[in-house]
């Protein structure tokens, strides 16, 4: 293929779209060699649209990664079915709930039930997707569907104190008396949670309905003897699934993603902050980047337990006796896995490892190292309230948000597809960034928030990995109500 006709072809896209800024075509590259043929997808790339908010990557003097679904990638199916199956047999084993359910086989119908994003109402057994000014859309009790009727006599003018204080604050729901009425299922570590609920509602209903539903206990309970830290040096059975076949749940992290990292690293200081143990993300990070993983970051800061991190209790600051420092979790110095003493700002290295913290110490730790009172700083990741709202709203970090969901439903003038896709969406409750409406397509409430906390909603990092540092991308912008921060392309149900 000459250029002339890949510049027909660029042409003939503008003119179906004049904001599409990146055009994927099907057309391959073949490099063959003696060994092997290697594809390489074209990525092309078109200046936004004059008078649009942008942002450039070479604008931040700090850029900072999330590490679990944002620069490291699972096999989204076989971890949910791995998760799906551990915590059914927690509870059937150890908690002793009917088997009926929960036992059935694990069949693409069953999984349409999920969806990430979903809010569980504990007492009433109910399922809730929002709006995006906080109202009930859609609610299940247990796997069934409430009409519009039962759904406006459970929750009068569909709302509910509890969903309209968490969408005036989601920290607030997190820990305290609220967090034992509500939660919300925000990534694929606990999205199975929402399919599992719904069952043992169904079970509790045949056997006899209660008037309070009791289960979150017992599933907080299942999630915990799963996931906590100390399982994974004692060979807890999902550390230890991943840990005897990674390629089964681990994607690698491809060479361009890596040497785009080290780039940047080299231009600006980058930084990364996971809620995951030191042990795990050695393991993981060592499969996936290489087994030098941490010299492609500044600083690495694990077990962080956002959003906490983010947030000084109370959004207050009080005299310590050291200056002025958030209400928050000190840094941990580390010697292998194994936490050891606190450690002060001052003392953070570059190229260091540290345990816990917050986000107070660490801009202090930035502020050293590049020589300016308010570096500005850039985060990317998934998790719409540890990830996204909080750092944003809290500390005005500037937001990339990583959303598997953007590639799962299709994106405009894209034929790209996720290979976990149909684990990923849902029929049952429709697209995770729009709400079906016989008049049209209005936001969901986690697009509503994608929208307002982040400056660009991308589907995999390495999509921004291809571009310059100093490319404009485009980007939301509140004050003028621009939704054109979806790169490369808009998902195709906000297209409609």
């Known amino acids: 293929m000459s250029m002339r006709q890949l510049s027909l072809i660029f042409q003939t896209f503008n003119v179906l779209d004049n904001h599409l800024k990146v055009v994927f075509f099907s057309y391959k590259v073949i490099f063959k060699t003696n060994k092997f043929d290697c594809q390489k997808r074209l990525f092309c790339v ?15 003097d700090c850029v900072g990664f999330d590490l679990d679904n944002t620069l490291l990638q699972y096999n989204i199916t076989n971890l949910i079915t791995l998760e799906y199956q551990l915590l059914v047999d927690f509870l059937v084993d150890m908690k002793k709930y009917s088997p009926k359910y929960l036992k059935e086989p694990f069949t693409e119908k069953v999984m349409d039930f999920m969806q990430k994003g979903l809010i569980l109402d504990f007492d009433r057994g109910n399922i809730l997707k929002l709006d995006a000014s906080g109202r009930i859309w859609r609610a299940s009790h247990g796997t069934k569907l409430l009409t519009l009727e039962e759904l406006e006599s459970t929750y009068p003018g569909l709302r509910w104190d509890v969903t309209d204080k968490f969408f005036q ?8 008396e609220l967090s034992l009425k509500i939660r919300a299922l925000l990534d694929y570590f606990d999205m199975p949670v929402s399919l599992i609920f719904a069952k043992i509602v169904d079970t509790l209903d045949e056997e006899q309905k209660p008037s309070v539903y009791n289960i979150w206990p017992d599933i907080m309970e299942g999630l915990t003897h799963i996931f906590s830290r100390e399982q994974f040096q004692n060979n807890g059975d999902f550390f230890s699934a991943l840990k005897s076949n990674p390629e089964k749940y681990l994607h690698l992290c ?38 030098d993983w941490r010299s492609l970051f500044d600083i690495v800061v694990c077990y962080a337990k956002k959003p906490g991190f983010f947030v000084p209790t109370g959004r207050d600051f009080v005299p310590t006796g050291r200056d002025f420092l958030p209400t928050g979790r000190d840094f941990l110095r580390l010697e292998g896995y194994e936490e050891k003493c606190t ?20 801009t202090d730790f930035f502020t050293r190292i590049t020589g ?9 990741g998934d998790n ?26 299709k994106m405009v003038h894209h034929e790209l597809s996720h290979s ?18 016989p008049e049209g397509y209005r936001d969901s409430y986690w697009n509503h928030i994608i929208r307002n906390h982040s400056k660009v909603c991308i589907p995999k990092v390495e999509v921004i990995a291809t571009i310059p540092l100093d490319q404009p991308i485009e980007c939301f912008d509140k004050e003028t109500k621009n939704a054109n921060g979806y790169f490369p392309a808009k998902p195709l149900s906000l297209h409609v």
């Not at 450690?343 to 913290?357: D, M, P, R, T």
């Not at 300016?372 to 990317?380: A, G, R, S, V």
């Not at 990830?387 to 990339?400: E, K, L, T």
């Open 46 to 60: 078109f200046p936004p649209p004059r008078n649009m908010s942008t942002i450039r990557l070479c604008d931040y």
């Open 169 to 176: 604050d989601m920290f607030s729901t997190w820990n305290g």
């Open 254 to 291: 491809s060479s361009d993603t890596i040497s785009w990292i080290r780039e940047l690293k080299k231009k600006r200081k980058n930084f990364l902050i996971t809620g995951s143990n030191a042990d795990f993300i050695d393991f993981t990070a060592g499969y996936a980047f290489g087994k």
């Open 343 to 362: 450690i002060e700002a001052k003392e953070l290295k570059e190229g260091g490892i540290y345990s816990q913290g917050n986000w107070k110490e660490l």
């Open 372 to 380: 300016k009172n308010n570096p500005k700083c850039l985060y990317l």
């Open 384 to 409: 719409l309230i540890q990830d996204v709202y909080v750092p944003n709203a809290f500390r005005d970090c500037d937001i990339i948000v990583v959303v598997d969901e953007q590639l799962a439903e």
């Open 420 to 437: 976990d896709e149909i684990i990923i969406n849902s029929k049952f409750w429709g697209s995770y960034f729009s709400l079906e409406e």
